[in-house]
């Protein structure tokens, strides 16, 4: 069984930092893109960030310049690390990685279950 683990979201006040990790652990044979989402109350769920294997990233247009992401292969682990944080970063932000299982030629899309991020003003 596959799971995504999400960690370090909180409070933070405007114009401050804060670094999310997700990690992916289970029966995992390769992780291909990995990428980070957010909805905030009332909206669609939206595309903060992504990552490929290889380390290409791309951003949403929101918060290039202020967000990086990164991953770590051996651990199975991708992180956003969030400055310059505004109010309306506030949502509660997922992960997602698209893996391929063991004895499997088919990828496969997984979630974690979310983790809160309120930005005050």
């Known amino acids: 069984q596959v799971q995504l683990v999400e960690s370090g979201g909180g409070l933070v006040q405007a114009g401050g930092s804060q670094r999310l990790s997700c990690a992916a652990s289970?029966?995992?044979?390769?992780?291909?893109?990995m990428g980070w989402y957010r909805q905030a109350p009332g909206k669609q769920r939206e595309l903060v960030a992504t990552?490929?294997?290889?380390?290409?990233?791309d951003y949403a247009d929101s918060v290039k310049g202020r967000f990086t992401i990164s991953r770590d292969n051996p651990k199975n682990t991708v992180y956003l690390q969030m400055n310059s944080l505004k109010p309306e970063d506030t949502a509660v932000y997922y992960c997602?990685?698209?893996?391929?299982?063991?004895?499997?030629?088919?990828?496969?899309?997984?979630w974690g279950q979310g983790t809160q991020v309120t930005v005050s003003s």
């Open positions: 289970g029966s995992i044979f390769s992780i291909n893109h």
């Open positions: 990552i490929t294997s290889s380390g290409s990233t």
């Open positions: 997602k990685a698209q893996l391929t299982l063991p004895g499997s030629n088919s990828r496969y899309n997984y």
